[in-house]
């Protein structure tokens, strides 16, 4: 889709939360992409963070992003699928405001060509809660460069036309 470049680019503030049982800051690749793809587009790293696949800690976390005003955005990997372990968009729906269904059907349909039927198994999801942007998107690094090359990059530029998320953001929390 176009970018305007009469619009002007607004970063936004990004916290990665990467949610396994297994990986660790020195092997979390799915983590380490998402950064590098954020940061290299321009906008900031709020925090970045690891909480195993416990719904409690999960929710935790995320309550703490959303109630600081220095984070814009929580991208969220792993935990999407559907074993007893995944609980990623559980977590989120308890303290969404509101989902965003469009986020998880684009990035199935998007991760269709990459992996065909299989991604009929990916849980991934979006929401807003108290004005902060949660994406969950699954662990594996391919799943990773497809939520954000794919939605993303796009849908956090302020440039992207004919709308993204960023222009939103001001009227999120409206009532």
């Known amino acids: 889709m176009p970018i305007d470049e009469t619009r002007a680019f607004l970063p936004i503030r990004i916290a990665v939360l990467t949610i396994s049982d297994t990986r ?3 092997d979390d690749r799915s983590g380490n992409i998402l950064v590098d793809r954020l940061t290299a587009a321009g906008h900031l790293l709020a925090d970045r963070a690891i909480e195993r696949d416990d719904v ?3 929710v935790a976390r995320l309550a703490r992003w959303i109630a600081d005003p220095a984070i814009d955005c929580i991208i969220t990997t792993g935990g999407t699928g559907v074993t007893g372990r995944d609980v990623t968009p559980e977590a989120v729906e308890q303290v969404a405001d509101k989902m965003i269904p469009g986020f998880g059907e ?15 198994q990916s849980r991934a999801c979006a929401a807003v809660a108290a004005g902060t942007y949660i994406f969950a998107l699954p662990g594996s690094t391919g799943a990773v460069k497809d939520g954000w ?3 993303l990059k ?8 004919p709308c993204n998320f960023v222009e939103l953001m001001p009227r999120l929390t409206e009532r």
């Open 24 to 26: 660790g800051a020195a």
């Open 56 to 58: 409690a800690g999960i």
């Open 106 to 120: 684009l990035f199935r349909w998007l991760s269709y060509a990459t992996i065909g039927s299989s991604t009929v």
């Open 149 to 151: 090359d794919g939605i």
């Open 154 to 161: 796009d849908q956090l530029d302020s440039r992207h036309t």
